[in-house]
């Protein structure tokens, strides 16, 4: 396929469920986890959870770094922003996340504080050579996909020697905390998610490539197939993982074979392990500390790395009791489950994180699950 409609196409859709209706054994049950919110974000936008079988669930994960971002680290954002003499750089939707006792870096930027909106760190490195009289901090988040461009910026700053540009990392790992959701025993219990397989991100396996899975699938005996972004993408995957389940096999494989490799971007994985190395634990909203699942500034960068510049301590934070974000994040529970889904809580309004980024479980079912669970009432 080279275009994105035939990746759309309705009849090879309906061809394709009848595929995998006629593979599913009626028998037992599949449940498989879309770890990634762009999976999430299309599996409610095209519907595909109608054109699966009964016994077919697809449970959706933690992957969308704003929702994974714990409150306390929001919190520690909103203090760093309120130093006078700080500029604090962050994507768009990261301002809307609530942190404690409802606060928010917008709301933070509307009491006086110096918070600016940025597309890429490269804005964030522009603001800083035109503010030399002020600390310009890039507050960072995302996974392995959006880290090789932090790295970038930190060795440009590095060059060029600008003294007022810091970084804070929360950049996150995606193989450490798909093994924590499966053997952690914290997360263990009768609300524990038990899944058959995962979908793998696939923006992630850009970077690293599927090799990283691999020890994953064998030591958990979990299937794990990396799939597009399209209906037809993740369709075949699920197909895919049927066929691994069936025959009992846990290995990784790839349908995305248009963009990931076994060993991915090997120029991008240098550049991040010369800037970042691997902290020994680092806390997910919903999955409390998860080994060897975030980066740091490596100690050569320390003059470039705003939590040890200015002390950034992570606090215990005010969670909004109500809030099921933590539930929906290791998929122990479905949006529609909160109480204030979709009355207090909406995608203008966001009382949790899951609500605030395209790729939120809960912003997701907001902007189209809704409609077909009104049809089916
Ligand atoms: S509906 Fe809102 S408050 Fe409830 S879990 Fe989702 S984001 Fe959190």
Excluded at 112 to 128: C, K
Excluded at 193 to 209: A, E, Y
Aim: proline share 8%.
């Amino acid at each position: 396929m080279k275009y994105v409609d035939e990746l759309r196409d309705g009849a090879t859709a309906r061809r394709l469920a009848a595929a995998i209706a006629a593979e599913a054994d009626p028998d037992r049950g599949y449940r498989f986890m879309e770890f990634c919110g762009g999976h999430t974000h299309a599996v409610f936008r095209y519907g595909v959870p109608d054109l699966l079988p009964p016994n077919v669930h697809l449970i959706h994960g933690p992957g969308c770094p704003v929702c994974v971002l714990p409150v306390g680290r929001v919190d520690a954002a909103i203090e760093l922003a309120r130093r006078p003499e700080v500029i604090l750089c962050t994507y768009g939707d990261l301002l809307r996340v609530p942190g404690s006792r409802r606060s928010s870096l917008l709301r933070a930027r509307a009491e006086g504080a110096d918070v600016r909106m940025v597309y890429s760190p490269a804005d964030s490195l522009r603001i800083a050579r035109e503010h030399p009289d002020r600390e310009v901090v890039f507050f960072a988040i995302g996974f392995e996909t959006t880290t090789p461009p932090t790295a970038v910026v930190v060795r440009r700053a590095e060059a060029e020697g600008l003294a007022n540009f810091s970084v804070v990392s929360n950049h996150v790992l995606t193989p450490p905390a798909m093994a924590h959701l499966l053997d952690s025993p914290e997360l263990d219990g009768p609300a524990a998610p038990s899944l058959d397989g995962f979908i793998g991100p696939s923006h992630v396996s850009t970077i690293i490539g599927s090799a990283p899975y691999e020890p994953f699938a064998r030591e958990h005996g979990r299937p794990v197939v990396i799939a597009g972004f399209e209906p037809l993408d993740v369709m075949q995957a699920i197909r895919m993982l049927i066929r691994q389940v069936n025959a009992g096999r846990a290995e990784v494989e790839n349908e995305y074979t248009r963009a990931v490799t076994r060993v991915g971007n090997r120029k991008a994985q240098e550049l991040v392990s010369a800037v970042f190395a691997v902290r020994e634990s680092f806390e997910w909203r919903g999955m409390g500390s998860v080994p060897g699942s975030g980066l740091e500034v490596r100690p050569e960068y320390a003059h470039l790395d705003a939590e040890r510049r200015f002390g950034v301590a992570v606090g215990q934070p005010r969670e909004n009791r109500a809030c099921i974000c933590p539930s929906v994040l290791r998929g122990a529970a479905r949006p529609t489950e909160c109480t204030l889904f979709g009355t207090t809580c909406t995608p203008d309004h966001p009382m949790g994180s899951c609500m605030v980024s395209s790729e939120g479980a809960c912003a997701a079912h907001y902007a189209y699950g809704r409609t077909r669970e009104r049809a089916e009432a």
